[in-house]
DNA sequence: AATTAAATTTAAGTATGCTTAAAAATATAA
DNA sequence: TTATATTTTTAAGCATACTTAAATTTAATT
């Protein structure tokens, strides 16, 4: 299999998460903040990709995987998860601590060590943020049914399924206002125009950017 | 602290293996060789490194570490060791699929990680090879007082305290000889000219080769 | 629709880390 | 000691992954 270096597995894993997530494109410029490189450095790496067949790239359009990049961003994400599963479970790190390891280490995890890892923990589906694993044929566990915190509808109850930010004031805001991964809340309202939305989770009222909600997945409480 | 990439650490660790161990030392070529790249490379990055004042470099001479240099080199190296401990100890993997699995996530292992692994196993001195494991501030736990096995003197018996080696063939010889760490062993006889040393272990004689015993250290048994 | 703003692309340049080929220095052997 | 072989260095070049600055295209506003 195809193996890509460090700057073009993290510049093809955020096309990804742009084609996925409701929260972000797939444009150069959307890729360039994301990865903390120029909007000029974005195309450079399009063109380069396009033409090892990874992406498909017309001048001013969004960027799309091909199935080999899809592939590649699967493998990079099933090792980032594992790696976060594991370091939770076996260190004890906490839900940033081990976004910010796994970033690093899932680019120099060998297929066979993946694996070990996989079996170690006893294959499981979801890591710690509640985020699928995939397969290491490249299948997506999507048995999930879960939608973003933006989607839910006003008077519905849900629970809280995935907390799919990264960094540690996102798990500081989550962990201090009881969005935990289980939780119950109700959806009230949608702002519009200022691009809120309000819950009620633990008789507690909270207004909530969208953004933000847009990284938290809920599902209907069975 | 400084970063160095991974090109560089591995440079520097091979020069570190080259000042250490009496199997090699640290000329261009020698670099070269043990990193599968071309003498020019070589001589190339020891002009870099001397630049960025981790390496003395003088032209046609031997590559010397600074006290910077080393300090990188202990550093990968300590990184390296609690890798091999941990995939071991915890993963269950082979003495040669830890190292090859070490010799990778050595490079993206966060100062951070590096404790909280060398915390969970209690912080080891010693990796399963019997190597020492540097300490955070760049001590080696050198209480070791083993010699290589090129230098056990003829009729003394020996305790086999460490093997350095790092392929396949390496361990799968030492296991079907009963080369392990712990085992007894008499030193019978030097062959200069042939460069191979006679032993006796387990009631077998063995006629080993120089560049083999140079991996192998041992210990006056106590 | 025309103007302005923002995003994208191109162009030129840099640092890293390699390569091959040729030149220079050192080591080995006759 | 001189010739030969080996090693080391220099030189030129290439791919990757970035940068800044300028040109171009698209998007947003008036
Ligand atoms: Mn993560
Ligand atoms: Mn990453
Ligand atoms: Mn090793
Ligand atoms: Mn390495």
Redesign the interface.
């Given at each position: 299999m195809y193996k890509a270096s460090i700057a073009t597995e993290n510049f093809i894993k955020a096309i990804y998460k742009g084609e996925q997530g409701n929260s972000m494109d797939t444009k150069p410029g959307t890729i360039a903040k994301e990865l903390g490189i120029t909007n000029a450095a974005a195309t450079d790496m399009a063109r380069k990709l396009a033409m090892k067949k990874l992406i498909d790239y017309e001048k001013y359009k969004e960027l799309k995987l091909t199935p080999d990049g899809t592939k590649v961003a699967l493998d990079v994400l099933r090792k980032h998860r594992l790696w976060e599963t594991f370091?939770h479970q076996?260190?004890?790190?906490t839900m940033h601590?081990i976004h910010?390891?796994a970033e690093?280490?899932e680019?120099?995890?060998?297929d066979?060590?993946a694996e070990?890892?996989s079996d170690?923990l006893g294959n499981p589906e979801t890591d710690p943020h509640g985020d699928p694993i995939p397969t290491d044929d490249g299948e997506i566990p999507e048995t999930d049914h879960s939608i973003t915190l933006s989607m839910g509808e006003p008077g519905n109850t849900y629970k809280i399924s995935r907390l799919s930010g990264s960094d540690k004031e996102f798990f500081d805001f989550c962990h201090s206002n009881k969005l935990e991964i289980g939780t119950s809340l109700t959806v009230q309202k949608h702002y519009i125009k200022t691009r809120m939305i309000e819950i009620e989770i633990q008789h507690t009222k909270l207004l909530l950017n969208i953004d933000l909600t847009n990284t938290i997945y809920i599902k209907k409480a069975d």
């Amino acid at each position: 299999m195809y193996k890509a270096s460090i700057a073009t597995e993290n510049f093809i894993k955020a096309i990804y998460k742009g084609e996925q997530g409701n929260s972000m494109d797939t444009k150069p410029g959307t890729i360039a903040k994301e990865l903390g490189i120029t909007n000029a450095a974005a195309t450079d790496m399009a063109r380069k990709l396009a033409m090892k067949k990874l992406i498909d790239y017309e001048k001013y359009k969004e960027l799309k995987l091909t199935p080999d990049g899809t592939k590649v961003a699967l493998d990079v994400l099933r090792k980032h998860r594992l790696w976060e599963t594991f370091l939770h479970q076996v260190l004890g790190l906490t839900m940033h601590e081990i976004h910010r390891e796994a970033e690093l280490l899932e680019h120099l995890t060998s297929d066979f060590l993946a694996e070990k890892i996989s079996d170690f923990l006893g294959n499981p589906e979801t890591d710690p943020h509640g985020d699928p694993i995939p397969t290491d044929d490249g299948e997506i566990p999507e048995t999930d049914h879960s939608i973003t915190l933006s989607m839910g509808e006003p008077g519905n109850t849900y629970k809280i399924s995935r907390l799919s930010g990264s960094d540690k004031e996102f798990f500081d805001f989550c962990h201090s206002n009881k969005l935990e991964i289980g939780t119950s809340l109700t959806v009230q309202k949608h702002y519009i125009k200022t691009r809120m939305i309000e819950i009620e989770i633990q008789h507690t009222k909270l207004l909530l950017n969208i953004d933000l909600t847009n990284t938290i997945y809920i599902k209907k409480a069975d």
